[in-house]
C-alpha cells in the first residue's frame, strides 16, 4: 500500500493512502482526543473532540480529514484547546458516576480525553449539572445500559448497524432528552437484539456494561466450542475460573467478533452439574467409582466384545487428537471399523456428494473471502442464526455491494439483506437448482471454458436438464418461474459467487443429490478455484470437519485414505502395529438397527447425545435396551450417559489442548485455561488409559503435541501441522510439508480426482420420503437457535441463555392456526407416524401455511421423537428436513 508523508506537531510520520488524520496519529503514537471513533466503523464526527488545525485550511475533524501528501497538523494550538476543552466540560457535566467503581474505570476514553486536556474544577462548577435521571435498562441477562453514563457517541448504534447488521438501536427523542433508544422505547430484552454484545465491547465510558465483571489475571487465546465457524476467544482467567471472554482481533476468522454463545456461553465449564468422577451403574443406579475401577471395567468388559459386535460413536466437540484416538482404539484395539460420529446427521452428503464431483468433500474457500463475493447464494442455511460470524461476513458483504440469493422454505433473518428471496417446499431443492441451471445453459451464461477445459460429462449433464423447465419446476417447488430467472441470471452474471449451504440441504433422503445440484451450479458458472466463489458447505459443530478428517467415519481412516485399499491399509497396520478389519463399518444411522436385531453388543460413546440427535429417537432407546456393556463418556450425565453402564468425566474444551478444524479447514489451537472439575480427564488420557488396559503398544503418546505429530505422519493433507505453526491463525489444509502455507482456496489448477476435472452429475427430481396426507396434513421442519446448541447440554446451563429462550415453540403460520383454533401460546399436541409430543405454538409467518417447525434443542420436548428416518442412500444420512405431523389441541382432535 501506497504511503504518504505528514507532519503532526513538527513530527514527520508517514501514513497509509486512504487514512484519515485520527488513524494516522494514533498508529503513531500521537493522541488525539476522541470518543466517537472507533476502528471497525465509518468515522462520523458526532463527538467533536477530535478537532486538529490543518495548515492552510484551518479547524477540522481529524476523523473526518483523509491524509495528503505534505500535509502539515498542529493538534494542540489555542484555540483548538479551547474548543476541545468545552466540549468536554459539557459532556462531562452531564455524565453521572463514580469512575472508581465503574467497570470501565482505567478503560474510559472519557477519562483519557480528560486527563489529556485538563479539567478545571472551577470552570466545571459554574455549569449546571442536570439531576441524573436514573434510567437504566438491565433488561438483558447480560448487560446493562446506563442512560446517565452515555456520551450520545453513537458507536453502539453504528455497532449494531455496521458491524451486526441488526440495526436494534437508534437514537430517540431531541434535544436534552436524546438517548440511544430500541425501536418503541421498549427494553433491549424485548427488541430485535441479538445479545452478541458487540455494543458492549465497543463503548468508550461505562453507558453499556457488562452484568458480571472480574478483570482477569491472565488471558488464555483459545477456539469457541459451538458452532463450527471456529472462532478465536480469549478467555479471562481468574482464580481459576473464566471470568470473561473477549474476541481475538487478530483472526482472520472473526476478526473478534462473537455471537450471543461465543461471548456469553461459557457458565456451563463451572456449572455444579458438571461430571466430576467415574461413575458404575450397580443394582439399576449410577455410583461413584474410582478411575482405576472403572478403567479396569471398562477395559476387562470390551475385550469380551472386540470385532464388530463392539461400535464406537466420536465426537465432533472432542479435539482432532481424542477423535484420532477413539477410531484407532476402534480399529487397532477393537478390530472394527464400526466408527461414526455426528457428521453423518449433518454434513455426510456434502462428503459423498462433493468428494464425487470434485474429489473433496470440504468448503473449497476461506471464510473471510467472502466480503469480497459479487454474489451470495445462501440456500438450506439459516446462517446468522447457526454461523452468525459468517452471517457477519454475509452481510458485510451486501453492504459492500453483493447481491444475495436466500433459497429458503422459512423467512428466514438473512432474506432482511437479500435482493432475491425463494422460498421453496421442502424437499424441492433440486428442481430449483435445475430450473436455474437449465435457465443458464439455455441463455447461454455458462463459462464455456471452464466448463470445457476443467469439467467432464458435461453433455449428460445437459441433457438431463430437459425434465426441469420452469412450468414443472414451478409445479414441484411452489417457486414462480421468473424468480427462477432473476436468480439464475444474477448468480451467473455477477462474479465471483459463492454458494453457502447447510443442513436445509443435506438432511434429505436425497441429501446427495442436493449437494451434487448445487456442484453442478458452481462448475456450470466457473465459480470454483477463484477466490471469494466456492460451494461452502458450512459445518455445525466446533470440530465435525476435524472429527471427519481423523477418520471418525466407517469408510476410511484419517485424510480420507479408504480402509478398502489394502496399501493404505498396510500403511496403518506398520504405524499402529495391529491388525485391520478392510470391511467398511457400520454408519451411526445403522448403529442402532444393529444393536435391536442383536449383532452389536458393546457401545463407546464420547460427546455425543443421540437418545435427542438421533432421528425417529425411539428406536435408539430401543437398541441402547439390547446392549450387553455401555460406556459413555461426557462433560455432563446427558440423557444419553444415563442409560450406560459406565459413565466417564471428561474435561471440557477449556480444561485441555489440542486442535480443531474449522468449517474452512483451518486447524488451529486449543489451549488448556483452567484445571478440569473434579476428577474429569481429558478425552485423549481416557483412550489412552483404556487401550493400555487391553493390551495396546502404540497408544504412548504422552500428549496432544506428540499425538498431532502421529497424525501429521500418517496424514499427508496434515502434514505440515506443527503446534508451533498454528500459533498465528492456523493454517488450512491441505499442508502436506512443514514449509507449505497452507490452502485458502481448493481446487485452483485442478480438481482431486483421477483425470483432474471435476464431473457434473446428472439429476432427476424425487420427492421427500414422506409426504402430507389427510392424516398427517402438515410437514415438519427442523432449523436451529442463535441461543442454543445441539441438544443444549451446555447452552441449557447457561442462565442468560435460557432467559433469552427458555423453551420449544412449535412455529405456525397463523392461517393454519386459525383453521385449527390453535392460540398464541397454547399448547398442543404434535403427532407424527412414529411419535407424540407436547408444545407451546407460536403463530409466525416465517412458515409458510403448511409448514410448522421446530429446534431440537430442549429435552422436554424432543422433537426427534417425530422426525423420520429415511436414509438417503449415498450418504446414509436420515431426513430430519421433512416429516409429515398433525396438530392437535390437549383436549381432542384440532
Known amino acids: 500500500m501506497e504511503r504518504l508523508s505528514i507532519t503532526i506537531d513538527g513530527a514527520i510520520i508517514e501514513a497509509p493512502t486512504g487514512s484519515n488524520l485520527l488513524e494516522a496519529a494514533l498508529a503513531a503514537g500521537v493522541y488525539i482526543p476522541h470518543l466517537c471513533h472507533h476502528p471497525d466503523l465509518e468515522p462520523t464526527g458526532s463527538c467533536r473532540l477530535c478537532l486538529v488545525d490543518v495548515e492552510g485550511r484551518g479547524q477540522v475533524l481529524a476523523c473526518r480529514t483523509p491524509v495528503e501528501e505534505g500535509m502539515g497538523v498542529r493538534t494542540d494550538p489555542g484555540e483548538v484547546e479551547f474548543a476541545r476543552r468545552v466540549t468536554l466540560e459539557l459532556l462531562i457535566a452531564n455524565h453521572h458516576g463514580d469512575c472508581l467503581s465503574c467497570v470501565q474505570n482505567q478503560n474510559c476514553q472519557l477519562q483519557q480525553a480528560a486527563a489529556r486536556v485538563g479539567i478545571d474544577p472551577q470552570r466545571m462548577a459554574r455549569l449546571r449539572h442536570p439531576e441524573p435521571s436514573g434510567e437504566r435498562d438491565a433488561s438483558n441477562p447480560f448487560f446493562t445500559l446506563d442512560h446517565d453514563k452515555c456520551v450520545l457517541c453513537g458507536i453502539c448504534i453504528r455497532t449494531c448497524n455496521e458491524v451486526a447488521g441488526v440495526d436494534a438501536l437508534e437514537f430517540a427523542f431531541r434535544g436534552h432528552r436524546m438517548r440511544v433508544s430500541t425501536f418503541g422505547n421498549r427494553p433491549i430484552v424485548e427488541s430485535r437484539c441479538e445479545s452478541c454484545g458487540e455494543c458492549v465491547e465497543r463503548c468508550p465510558v461505562g453507558a453499556l456494561v457488562p452484568k458480571r465483571f472480574q478483570q482477569p489475571a491472565r488471558e488464555v487465546r483459545t477456539i469457541c466450542p459451538y458452532c463450527g465457524t471456529g472462532c478465536s476467544i480469549a478467555l479471562g482467567v481468574r482464580s481459576g475460573r473464566i471470568v470473561s471472554v473477549e474476541g481475538d482481533r487478530s483472526s482472520p476468522v472473526n476478526r473478534g467478533r462473537l455471537c450471543v454463545k461465543g461471548r456469553y456461553g461459557h457458565d456451563f465449564v463451572h456449572h455444579p452439574d458438571r461430571l466430576t468422577t467415574p461413575l458404575i451403574k450397580r443394582f439399576g443406579r449410577l455410583v461413584e467409582a474410582s478411575w482405576d475401577e472403572a478403567l479396569d471395567l471398562v477395559a476387562r468388559k470390551l475385550a469380551v466384545y472386540r470385532g464388530n459386535r463392539f461400535t464406537a460413536m466420536a465426537s465432533a466437540r472432542c479435539t482432532n487428537e481424542e477423535n484420532y484416538l477413539i477410531q484407532k482404539f476402534a480399529r487397532a484395539v477393537m478390530g472394527t471399523n464400526n466408527v461414526d460420529h455426528c457428521a453423518r446427521l449433518c454434513h455426510a452428503p456434502s462428503v459423498a456428494g462433493l468428494a464425487q464431483t470434485l474429489g473433496s468433500g470440504a468448503m473449497t474457500n476461506s471464510i473471510g473471502e467472502l466480503r469480497d463475493a459479487a454474489c451470495i447464494l445462501a440456500i438450506g442455511t439459516n446462517t446468522t442464526a447457526a454461523h452468525p460470524i459468517i452471517g457477519l461476513h454475509v452481510k458485510e458483504a451486501v453492504r459492500r455491494g453483493a447481491e444475495l440469493i436466500v433459497v429458503n422454505p ?13 422460498r421453496q417446499r421442502p424437499g424441492s431443492d433440486v428442481a430449483v437448482l435445475m430450473g436455474m441451471m437449465r435457465v443458464i445453459v439455455e441463455e447461454e451464461l455458462f463459462d464455456h471454458g471452464f466448463v470445457a477445459e476443467r469439467c467432464e460429462n458435461f453433455e449428460a449433464f445437459r441433457s438431463s436438464l430437459g425434465g426441469f423447465d420452469l412450468e414443472r419446476v414451478e409445479q414441484i417447488s411452489g417457486v414462480p418461474g421468473q424468480a427462477i430467472v432473476d436468480a439464475a441470471r444474477t448468480y451467473a452474471t455477477r462474479k465471483p459467487a459463492a454458494i453457502l449451504y447447510a443442513m436445509g440441504i443435506t438432511q434429505h433422503s436425497h441429501g446427495t443429490d442436493n449437494v451434487l445440484a448445487v456442484s453442478n451450479l458452481a462448475l456450470l458458472t466457473g465459480n470454483v478455484g477463484r477466490p471469494a466463489g466456492g460451494i461452502n458447505p458450512l459445518r455445525g459443530q466446533n470440530n465435525v470437519q476435524g472429527a471427519c478428517d481423523m477418520g471418525a467415519l466407517p469408510n476410511v481412516y484419517p485424510g480420507y485414505q479408504k480402509v478398502a485399499d489394502p496399501a493404505v491399509r498396510s500403511k496403518f497396520q506398520a504405524a499402529w502395529q495391529a491388525e485391520l478389519s478392510d470391511r467398511p463399518g457400520l454408519a451411526l444411522t445403522e448403529m442402532f438397527h444393529a444393536m435391536s436385531a442383536g449383532r452389536v453388543k458393546a457401545l463407546y460413546v464420547v460427546g455425543e447425545n443421540p437418545v435427542l440427535s438421533e432421528a425417529d429417537s425411539s428406536h435408539v432407546l430401543e437398541g441402547l435396551s439390547q446392549l450387553d456393556f455401555f460406556v459413555c463418556q461426557d462433560i455432563f450425565l446427558t440423557e444419553t450417559a444415563r442409560l450406560a453402564d459406565v459413565v466417564l468425566p471428561a474435561a471440557s474444551f477449556a480444561e485441555k489442548d489440542g486442535t480443531f478444524t474449522n468449517t474452512e479447514r483451518r486447524v488451529q489451537r486449543v489451549r488448556t485455561a483452567v484445571e478440569p472439575v473434579g476428577q474429569a480427564k481429558p478425552d485423549w488420557w481416557i483412550v ?178 417425530l422426525t423420520h428416518a429415511a436414509l438417503d442412500p449415498a450418504s446414509k444420512i436420515p431426513e430430519t428436513k421433512v416429516c409429515a405431523v398433525r396438530i392437535e389441541k390437549l383436549n381432542g382432535k384440532a
Not at 422459512?410 to 425463494?422: C, E, T, Y
Not at 410437514?779 to 447457561?798: G, I, K, N, P
Request: aromatic share 6%; with cysteine; hydrophobic share 35%.
Open 410 to 422: 422459512k423467512d428466514i433473518d438473512l432474506g432482511r439483506h437479500a435482493s432475491i428471496r425463494l
Open 688 to 865: 489412552n488409559q483404556i487401550a493400555r488396559r487391553m493390551g495396546a503398544v502404540s497408544f504412548d503418546c504422552g500428549n496432544p503435541q506428540a499425538i498431532s505429530a502421529e497424525i501429521a505422519a500418517v496424514t499427508p493433507s496434515y502434514g505440515g501441522m506443527a503446534y508451533e505453526r498454528l500459533d498465528h491463525g492456523g493454517l488450512q489444509w491441505p499442508c502436506p510439508t512443514p514449509d507449505h502455507p497452507g490452502t485458502p482456496v481448493l481446487h485452483t489448477e485442478r480438481f482431486n480426482t483421477t483425470g483432474g476435472k471435476a464431473r457434473f452429475v446428472p439429476l432427476e427430481y424425487k420427492p421427500p420420503a414422506e409426504l402430507s396426507d389427510p392424516e398427517y396434513p402438515l410437514l415438519l421442519t427442523t432449523d436451529r437457535s442463535l441461543y442454543h446448541y445441539h441438544t443444549s447440554t451446555m447452552t441449557l446451563r447457561v442462565e442468560g441463555l435460557k432467559t433469552l429462550s427458555d423453551r420449544e415453540l412449535l412455529r405456525i403460520h397463523p392461517d393454519d392456526a386459525a383453521r385449527l383454533e390453535i392460540a398464541d401460546g397454547q399448547t398442543v399436541e404434535v403427532r407424527s407416524r412414529r411419535g407424540r409430543l407436547e408444545v407451546e405454538a407460536r403463530l409466525t409467518e416465517a412458515c409458510p401455511p403448511g409448514l410448522v417447525s421446530l429446534t431440537f434443542h430442549f429435552p422436554d420436548a424432543p422433537t426427534n421423537v
